[in-house]
């Protein structure tokens, strides 16, 4: 049974930090590409970062240089660091492990998501 756990979500002022982590079971998780996407109130969901199976990052511009993506294959865990929050940031937070294989099938889970409250 695949299961992404996340957390370290909660209430915080603007300008702190909080540190979300997704850990995985089930899976090969060095495989997996891992993603952190966000979704708020009445929005789409929306891509956050990035992590290659390789450790290759990319960033929505909107977190660029406030965000650190980073991920620790032998303890199957994936780190969001989240410095210099802005209400904007408040959603859930959730996490996505995708598996693109030769053959062409896909393998992606989601996490059940963690809320993130920045207040102003």
């Known amino acids: 049974q695949v299961q992404l756990v996340e957390s370290g979500g909660g209430l915080i002022q603007a300008g702190g930090s909080l540190r979300l982590s997704c850990a995985a079971s089930g899976i090969i998780f060095s495989m997996y590409a891992i993603g952190w996407y966000r979704q708020a109130p009445g929005k789409q969901r929306e891509l956050v970062a990035a992590?290659?199976?390789?450790?290759?990052?990319n960033y929505a511009d909107f977190v660029k240089g406030r965000f650190t993506i980073s991920r620790d294959n032998a303890k199957n865990t994936v780190y969001l660091q989240m410095n210099s929050l802005k209400p904007e940031d408040t959603a859930v937070y959730y996490c996505?492990?995708?598996?693109?294989?030769?053959?062409?099938?896909?393998?992606?889970?989601w996490g059940q998501g963690t809320q993130v409250t920045v207040s102003s």
């Open positions: 996505h492990a995708d598996l693109f294989l030769s053959d062409g099938t896909r393998y992606t889970y």
């Open positions: 992590i290659s199976t390789g450790g290759t990052t």
